[in-house]
């Protein structure tokens, strides 16, 4: 099945982005506005994104439903457009845990959808800035070659779905961690009056 229409569930700063992207591929990216803030219809109209109004409009001539939404609101999400009896390919691109991702799988995959996990890792890919997002499961490649040649490098994995979320909890976790424990040596180094020798040290030995 070609992939040519994306749904965008929902044009945040990320999603938004991810659109411009894929429209500028030459796809059809649709999203509903329905309940949706000014802001985020801002957003959208900045991205060329085509608003069909209502969920169910978008789902009806989509080939690929596209999840970036606040963590907390993925799976609630996914329940309804598996209620609406969406049968394409469900990428879910949140930041959610592994155990989460697998029961959205569950979910889309019961309403005859084919479920793909995504995880971003990178800034909104703006032109200029390239981000990765990494896939895993069902169709992660068919899905990687969708991206190919846009900003958003797609990157399939082998392994299941929750593959992709586990490698962007492991990477934030190192990302978040080494920040933090760079952080509190250079505040030692500063309270014991040695920054500035640190510093020098850790450009002669760590260039």
């Known amino acids: ?40 219809r801002s957003r959208a109209n900045a991205a060329g994104l085509e608003d069909l109004g209502v969920l169910e409009r978008a789902l009806g001539v989509a080939d690929i439903v596209l999840s970036v939404c606040p963590p907390h609101g993925a799976l609630a999400l996914a329940r309804e457009v598996a209620g609406h009896g969406f049968s394409g390919v469900y990428i879910d691109a949140n930041a959610i845990s592994p155990a989460t991702v697998r029961t959205i799988g569950r979910v889309v995959e019961a309403a005859e959808a084919t479920f793909v996990d995504g995880g971003i890792i990178g800034p909104p890919p703006i032109p200029g800035v390239s981000s990765r997002i990494y896939l895993s499961g069902g169709r992660a490649r068919d899905v990687a070659a969708v991206f190919a040649g846009s900003n958003l490098e797609a990157i399939p ?46 450009k002669r030995s760590q260039p």
């Open 1 to 40: 099945m070609a992939m040519k229409t994306v749904a965008l569930l929902h044009p945040g700063e990320m999603g938004s982005a991810i659109g411009a992207c894929l429209g500028g591929l030459g796809l059809r990216v649709v999203w509903a506005s329905a309940g949706r803030s000014a802001a985020t």
């Open 157 to 202: 994995l082998e392994g299941t779905a929750g593959a992709a979320s586990a490698l962007k909890a492991c990477y934030a976790a190192w990302s978040k961690g080494a920040t933090a424990l760079l952080a509190a040596i250079r505040a030692l180094a500063t309270h014991e009056g040695v920054e500035a020798a640190l510093l020098e040290e850790w």
